[in-house]
C-alpha cells in the first residue's frame, strides 16, 4: 500500500475559509466574528449571518467542553488508527460557539461536559494545519 493511502485527508481552503486556514498554520487558533454585534461564528464567513457586517478572524483560548462525540471503532479515515474520538467542542468565548475535532484522549476518559483545550497540530505532514483537543483536568 503506497504511503500516501496512510496519510489523513486534508481540508481544501475556499474564499471564506482560506484565512482561518493560514491562521493556523501560523501557530493561532482564530475564529471568525463580526466586527459589529461580535457575534463570533465557526465555519468563517465574510459576512455575520446576525448582522450582515463584515468579519474578521480574532484568536480564542482554545478552551472548551465536549458537547458530544463518537468514538470511532474502525478503520474509515486514512491516517488516524482507531479507536479515536471525534468531538463536537463548545469554545468557552460563546454558547453555541461549536466546532469538530479529534480528542487526543483514551475513549473511555472523553465524556460530555469534560473541558478541554485546543493545540495547533499539522494533519499529517501535509502542511495544513487543524485543532486537537486534549483533556484538562477540571
Known amino acids: 500500500m503506497s504511503d500516501a493511502l496512510l496519510l489523513p485527508p486534508v481540508p481544501l481552503p475556499d474564499a471564506d475559509s482560506e484565512a482561518y486556514w493560514e491562521s493556523l498554520r501560523a501557530g493561532t487558533f482564530a475564529i471568525s466574528r463580526c466586527s459589529a454585534c ?13 448582522c450582515g457586517a463584515p468579519t474578521a478572524l ?66 499529517g505532514d501535509s502542511g495544513m494545519f487543524a485543532p486537537r483537543f486534549q483533556l484538562v483536568a477540571s
Request: proline share 11%; hydrophobic share 45%; aromatic share 6%.
Open 38 to 50: 461580535r457575534t463570533w461564528m465557526h465555519p468563517p464567513l465574510e459576512a455575520c449571518r446576525r
Open 58 to 123: 480574532e484568536s480564542v483560548s482554545g478552551k472548551g467542553n465536549v458537547f458530544s462525540f463518537i468514538v470511532v471503532r474502525h478503520p474509515a479515515v486514512p491516517g488516524h488508527a482507531p479507536p479515536y474520538v471525534i468531538a463536537v467542542i463548545e469554545l468557552a468565548e460563546q454558547p453555541g460557539l461549536r466546532l469538530t475535532g479529534i480528542v487526543d484522549a483514551d475513549p473511555k476518559a472523553v465524556t460530555i461536559g469534560a473541558p478541554v483545550q485546543a493545540t495547533v497540530a499539522e494533519i
